[in-house]
């Protein structure tokens, strides 16, 4: 009879550690958009790739003429939001884009 409950209880903990998620989960287009909105981006993509993990783009327009994308206060924020998810990259595009320079 202990054994038979040891056995149970061993099945219980198994199903218990496979119905509880493990690690972050993966973006999705919902959480995506929300965040755009929180971080003042336009999102422009967001698709599945190989690793069914996304691929996602937006569009920034606080310092746009920078040569450090990082240097822009909404991809900052669009980092660190994203950090709480599983996603393959993101890709900040600048509103308007740089000019060219002509050539020296």
């Known amino acids: 009879m202990r054994?038979?409950?040891g056995i149970a209880m061993l099945w219980l903990t198994g199903l218990a550690a496979c119905a509880?998620?493990?690690g972050k989960p993966?973006?999705?287009?919902?959480?995506?958009?929300?965040m755009a909105r929180t971080c003042g981006v336009?999102?422009?993509?967001?698709?599945?790739?190989h690793g069914h993990?996304?691929?996602?783009?937006?569009?920034?327009?606080?310092a746009?003429?920078?040569t450090d994308v990082r240097a822009a206060p909404s991809v900052a924020c669009m980092g660190a939001s994203l950090k709480a998810y599983r996603y393959a990259?993101?890709?900040?595009?600048?509103?308007?884009?740089?000019?060219?320079?002509?050539?020296?």
């Open 42 to 49: 336009t999102p422009t993509d967001y698709r599945r790739g």
């Open 53 to 62: 993990l996304p691929h996602v783009a937006f569009l920034y327009r606080d």
């Open 64 to 66: 746009a003429g920078q």
């Open 26 to 34: 993966v973006l999705s287009r919902s959480a995506f958009h929300r």
């Open 20 to 22: 509880t998620p493990v």
């Open 89 to 104: 990259y993101f890709s900040p595009m600048a509103d308007p884009p740089e000019p060219d320079l002509p050539p020296p």
């Open 3 to 5: 054994r038979g409950a």
